[in-house]
């Protein structure tokens, strides 16, 4: 049976460190702030959006929220970022995806302040990571290293394999994987031999969106095994991109849904504001 990877337990580490260098800035005079934008009323992300102020209480961040309809505009939406832009007691912007249709995503993204984009989202700190010089981790990218780490399983040389290529997670997961000396391989739904690529996987993450996709015959015995998604199901339960109960059998550590990747991506972001801080106050 797999070691189950406690993310909450590892995300609570993180956070405790953020804490640390929050408290430790504060006596230079030095504040930590984010905003956080929500448009419309998505459940998930409603969610998502109470832990990450909850975090940043935990922190001693100062977190500011702004709750927009579905139905704003984007000119009123780039006028708030505009705004938080120039406000000195923030440093750092995240408006929730995904936004309400007619919205545009990108546009958005591109509109916050590369130095207070503690998605790591937009063209500038894209390409930074790409080279691997970096002042923010992608968040949900870097809290999966940071499992990985946490099972002390050396990545390099290994055959990491990520199942997904979304911008957010499957693309940037690929980067930091290279960085910690992996080789890698990026599967998505036009694969090939997608099990048989599964199965060679020493450390497998899954990022695809789908309840239940990976199953017990796609996972090699002893792999790291990291489930990345957070599907809904009917009856209100929450269902990773992992078949658990015929992943935990074969694997040699897995991530549990909830309580895996999730808390992980909050205590990255945690760290970003921090960085951002240091960042807008010339420290690092
Ligand atoms: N801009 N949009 C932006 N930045 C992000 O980093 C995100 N993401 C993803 C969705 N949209 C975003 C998040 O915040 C996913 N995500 C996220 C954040 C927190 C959790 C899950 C996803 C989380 O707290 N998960 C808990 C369970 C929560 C529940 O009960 O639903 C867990 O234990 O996995």
């Known amino acids: 049976m797999a070691v189950i990877i406690d993310g909450k337990a ?7 460190r953020v804490a640390n260098e929050v408290a430790e800035l504060k006596e230079n005079g030095i ?3 984010l905003a956080v934008i929500l448009v419309g009323d998505d459940p998930a992300s409603q969610v998502y959006v109470r832990n990450k102020k909850r975090a940043c209480e935990a922190c001693g961040i100062y977190s500011a929220e702004y709750r927009l309809p579905a139905d704003t505009k984007m000119e009123e939406l780039i006028a708030l970022i505009d705004e938080l832009n120039a406000d000195e007691k923030i440093s750092g912007i995240l408006c929730q995806l995904p936004l309400p249709k007619g919205l545009d995503e990108e546009a958005v993204i591109a509109r916050i302040r590369p130095d207070k984009d503690v998605d790591a989202f937009n063209e500038a700190n894209v390409g930074k990571i790409m080279i691997g010089n970096y002042s923010f981790l ?3 990218p870097a809290g999966v290293i940071e499992l990985i780490k946490s099972t002390g399983v050396d ?7 990520v ?5 957010i997670v499957g693309k940037p997961m690929a980067m930091l994987l290279l960085h910690n000396n992996a080789t890698v391989t990026i599967c ?3 694969t090939q031999n997608l099990k048989e690529i599964c199965a060679n996987a020493d450390i497998l993450v899954a990022a695809i969106g789908r309840p239940n996709f990976v199953t017990g015959d796609m996972i090699k015995p002893g792999a790291v095994v990291i489930d990345v998604g957070i599907n809904r199901m009917d009856d209100g ?4 991109d992992v078949n658990f109960e015929e992943a935990e059998k074969i694997a040699g550590y897995i991530t549990p849904v909830p309580g895996g990747v999730g808390p992980m991506t909050i205590a990255t972001l ?3 504001t921090v960085n951002a801080a240091k960042l807008q106050a010339g420290i690092k």
């Open 188 to 190: 998505h739904s036009k």
């Open 163 to 167: 199942i997904g290529r979304s911008n």
């Open 270 to 272: 945690m760290q970003n």
């Open 237 to 240: 339960k929450l269902c990773g």
């Open 31 to 33: 504040e930590c702030g």
């Open 155 to 161: 990545m390099t040389g290994k055959n990491a394999v």
């Open 10 to 16: 590892v995300s609570a580490e993180v956070k405790q």
């Open 138 to 140: 992608p968040c949900t």
